[in-house]
């Protein structure tokens, strides 16, 4: 496990930002809004409930609180107390008086975006009995979110998270301060808001939930207030986009911090904290620690972290960008000159063979022995390994991919990074391995009934788990092979 996800350090982290919140609060709203995420449920909730709570969210996207908050007693009067069936049922000279109405938002499409999704509610309802009962009927969160973007006008990628964190869901909303956060604290690898970041956000917000005996949805509210600084709860914020670094508590623990030009040179930082000693003992560096390596060094008024940092920032973070860049371009940038240009250049078509070269021949599966072929190193491996094989249309199967080192779990997040990549590679079929640390590749009731939680995913994903392989020091088991499955 990488350090920065050691629940140590993640426990660390957040107590060190709700200290600074509490420094920060402002009277009892902070200790409020705490206590209302640790008690806020869609258990036992009326239909009109979640109504209430999408009409806030659609109304609350672009406008400030405030303005919502002083509006919001005539709003639920306007919207007949968030009764569904009279909502649904209003005429258009109904609509006309609400868009007239001073007393409420004045905004046209998001009315009649509630009206409709009133009937849609109540078509939901009449489906499933009630909405309660139609987001249960979903057993993965990400199909959910899904249909709740494609049923109700005015819900995105984003507000869907907002409408389900205000119905009750336990979960963390990567938004652009959750997600600047844990980028400069070298928790994900940028700061884009891309489906893989998406879910990495997840997963390290569980762990650290887990850390710390905290819900999710409460550490969702530390985070977003110390990088947005809501003044409803706190004086400011202090991880903004020009971050308050002076007042950080983080700061020694910050990645961003250590590369900007406040920080610490190179040769200041204990050498256990430079980039090349940290890559030798195999940590996850950060992109602009990477490219420090391979800089080698600075110039008079910037040491190379900075140098590398400033590169990064030429294009936005887009590593993509970056590696299409031209030596010209490159050497233009202070610091780094026609032979560094010319070293990342080179790193850079490296990296364009391998991937072309993976490319090339792919095995095709046609039993498990060919799987077996494509990990020979697995029969000798001391700890556990779980892999993913995808296969395409013809059975050739792309490079092994690792899932996790050590027993098999199949709680959602790690369920869903075993289908992450059939996902990426547009894959319907994947094989499953892993190996046994002993000898004998005997399956246990364990790996039997993980694999066959995996298959009934995988249906609902449309991608077919067609093996499970068990790897042992003097032969394999297929499940399929064996009737397991």
């Excluded at 249960?136 to 049923?151: N, P």
Aim: proline share 3%; with cysteine; charged share 30%.
């Amino acid at each position: 496990m990488l350090k920065i996800t050691k629940p140590a350090f993640l426990k660390k982290v957040y107590s060190l930002i709700l200290d600074k919140l509490k420094e920060l609060a402002l009277g009892e709203n902070l200790d409020n809004l705490i206590q209302a995420r640790r008690k806020r449920n869609y258990k036992n909730q009326s239909d009109g409930y979640f109504f209430g709570h999408l009409v806030s969210v659609i109304f609350a996207s672009g406008f400030n609180s405030s303005i919502l908050e002083k509006k919001w007693d005539a709003t639920v009067r306007a919207f007949s107390n968030f009764d569904i069936d009279k909502v649904a049922n209003y005429s258009g000279g109904d609509i006309q008086k609400l868009i007239k109405d001073k007393k409420i938002i004045k905004n046209e499409r998001k009315i009649r975006a509630c009206v409709k999704n009133a009937k849609e509610m109540q078509q939901v309802i009449k489906s499933f009995g009630s909405f309660q009962k139609y987001i249960e009927s979903f057993d993965d969160l990400e199909i959910l979110k899904e249909d709740l973007i494609k049923r109700f006008s005015f819900l995105g990628p984003t507000t869907v998270y907002d409408f389900m964190k205000e119905i009750g869901f336990n979960f963390i909303k990567p938004d652009v301060h959750v997600r600047r956060i844990f980028y400069r604290l070298g928790l994900i690898e940028t700061d884009k808001d891309i489906q893989e970041i998406r879910g990495k956000i997840q997963e390290i917000g569980k762990m650290m939930a887990e850390a710390v005996h905290e819900k999710l949805s409460v550490v969702d509210a530390i985070f977003w207030l110390y990088g947005s600084g809501n003044t409803k709860y706190v004086e400011k914020a202090i991880c903004k986009r020009k971050p308050l670094c002076e007042e950080c508590p983080l700061a020694e623990l910050c990645q961003y911090f250590k590369t900007c030009e406040h920080s610490a040179t190179i040769p200041e930082l204990p050498k256990e904290e430079r980039p090349r000693e940290r890559l030798a003992k195999g940590e996850s560096l950060a992109t602009q620690e990477l490219l420090a390596i391979i800089l080698r060094t600075g110039y008079e008024r910037k040491n190379v972290l900075e140098v590398a940092n400033n590169l990064l920032a030429k294009y936005s973070g887009d590593i993509e960008a970056l590696f299409s860049a031209d030596i010209n371009e490159l050497k233009e940038i202070k610091g780094v000159g026609f032979t560094k240009a010319v070293q990342l250049k080179a790193v850079f078509e490296l990296y364009k063979k391998l991937i072309k070269s993976t490319g090339k021949e792919k095995p095709i599966v046609k039993s498990p022995q060919d799987i077996v072929n494509l990990v020979p190193e697995m029969r000798y491996l001391k700890e556990e390994h779980f892999k993913v094989i995808c296969l395409d249309s013809r059975n050739r199967a792309s490079s092994p991919k690792t899932i996790s080192i050590g027993s098999l779990n199949t709680n959602l997040t790690e369920a869903r990074e075993i289908f992450k990549p059939a996902i990426s590679e547009s894959s319907k079929k994947i094989i499953l391995v892993h190996n046994h640390s002993e000898d004998n590749p005997n399956p246990s009731e364990d790996d039997i009934g993980a694999t066959k939680k995996l298959i009934k995913l995988g249906k609902s994903l449309g991608i077919k788990v067609l093996d499970h392989i068990i790897i042992g020091d003097k032969g394999f088991i297929s499940l399929k092979g064996q009737g397991l499955i």
